[in-house]
C-alpha cells in the first residue's frame, strides 16, 4: 500500500471526502491538517473507496481523523490497523483519534477501545459578538477599557501582514512562558508556533480568513480561522499582547461580529490545560464537541468484523 505524501494540490480531494457529511470537530478541515504538514510527515491513501490520514513523528503514526467515505466499512479499519502496526515499533500505539461522538459506537461495536480525547467548544456567535447579559459582564468591560484608553485600528488581515504577526506570536509565547513554567505547556508552545509558520506562509491557498489590530502602526493582536461547513466558523489562532489589557476580548467580538453568514463559532479544544479550558469557558459555549481515540484492546487481539457497515 502505497502512502501519498500530503502537498497543497491534495485540497480538492480531501475535501470532496471531508464533504461528503457536516462535522462538528474543526479537524475535519484540510487548512487544520495541512498546517502541521512541518510538525509531523503527513501521508494519505484512499483504500476502498475511503481517504486515510496518518500522521508519524519520531514516536510513532496515528490515523488523525477516521478514515472518510460514503460508508464506513470495518475492513478499512482493519486494513489501517494493518498499515499503523507496520509502521509503528510498537504497536500498541497504532490508534485512530478525532472520531465523532455519532460514530463511537460503531467503532466500539468493531471491538475497539474508545477512550474520549477532548472537546471542541461551539458557541453561539451572535452571543460572541453582542457579549450582552450578565454572564458576559466581564468581558464587556474589558472591551470597553481598550476601545478607551487606546487609539488603535482594526482591519482584515492580509499577506503583508505575516511577518508582524509571527513577531507578535514570539512575543506572546514569551509572556506565556513567563506564566506558565510547565515544559509540557511550553512544548505546546513550540508545536504552536509551526503549524503557525504554515498557516501564514500558505494562509490565501488554505482559505483563511481573519483581522490584525495596530496601536501606532504596530500590529499587536491578530485572529484568523477557517469555515468548517456553511454554519460554523473555527477561530484557529487568537494572539494579542497581552500587555495590553482588553484587547483580546476586543478583536474576538469585533471578528465575531464579522462572520455574521455563520451561526456557531467553534473556538477548538483546551489541548487538556484547565487555564484554557477555564477561559474557553468563559465564553459559555452552547455546546461541548466530544472527540474519542479508538484502540484495539490490550489483551484481546480482536478481529473486526467485515460484515458490519454504517452508512452515512
Request: hydrophobic share 35%; with cysteine.
Amino acid at each position: 500500500m502505497r502512502l501519498n505524501k500530503l502537498f497543497l494540490r491534495d485540497k480538492n480531494k480531501f475535501s470532496s471526502y471531508l464533504n461528503l457529511e457536516r462535522h462538528a470537530l474543526a479537524v475535519y478541515a484540510f487548512a487544520n491538517i495541512y498546517i502541521w504538514r512541518r510538525f509531523f510527515d503527513i501521508r494519505w491513501a484512499e483504500i476502498a473507496g475511503s481517504l486515510c490520514v496518518f500522521f508519524q513523528d519520531k514516536i510513532g503514526s496515528f490515523l488523525y481523523i477516521p478514515p472518510l467515505g460514503k460508508t464506513r466499512d470495518p475492513q478499512v479499519v482493519q486494513e489501517n490497523f494493518k498499515i499503523l502496526e507496520r509502521l509503528n515499533k510498537n504497536p500498541e500505539f497504532a490508534h485512530i483519534e478525532n472520531i465523532e461522538e455519532k460514530d463511537k459506537g460503531f467503532y466500539e461495536g468493531l471491538g475497539l477501545e474508545c477512550a474520549f480525547k477532548s472537546y471542541d467548544y461551539l458557541c453561539r456567535r451572535t452571543e460572541l459578538a453582542q457579549l450582552r447579559g450578565n454572564k458576559f459582564k466581564s468581558k464587556r468591560s474589558s472591551c470597553n477599557f481598550f476601545t478607551k484608553r487606546y487609539d488603535f485600528s482594526y482591519a482584515k488581515l492580509t499577506l503583508k501582514e505575516r511577518g508582524s504577526c509571527f513577531k507578535l506570536y514570539n512575543l506572546w509565547a514569551q509572556q506565556r512562558n513567563l506564566g506558565n513554567p510547565d515544559h509540557i505547556y511550553q512544548g505546546m508552545l513550540s508545536d504552536s508556533r509551526v503549524s503557525l509558520k504554515e498557516a501564514l506562509v500558505n494562509y490565501a491557498d488554505l482559505g483563511f480568513q481573519g483581522a490584525v489590530v495596530k496601536i501606532d502602526k504596530e500590529v499587536k493582536g491578530f485572529t484568523f480561522g477557517f469555515p468548517l461547513s456553511p454554519d460554523t466558523f473555527c477561530i484557529l489562532y487568537e494572539i494579542t499582547d497581552l500587555s495590553v489589557k482588553g484587547l483580546a476580548q476586543f478583536i474576538f467580538r469585533s471578528f465575531a461580529q464579522e462572520l455574521k453568514s455563520y451561526k456557531y463559532i467553534n473556538i477548538m479544544d483546551d489541548s487538556g490545560l484547565e487555564n484554557l479550558k477555564k477561559v474557553k469557558l468563559s465564553y459559555h459555549p452552547e455546546k461541548l464537541v466530544p472527540a474519542y481515540i479508538a484502540r484495539r484492546k490490550p489483551t484481546s487481539g480482536t478481529v473486526l468484523n467485515s460484515k458490519q457497515k454504517c452508512p452515512h
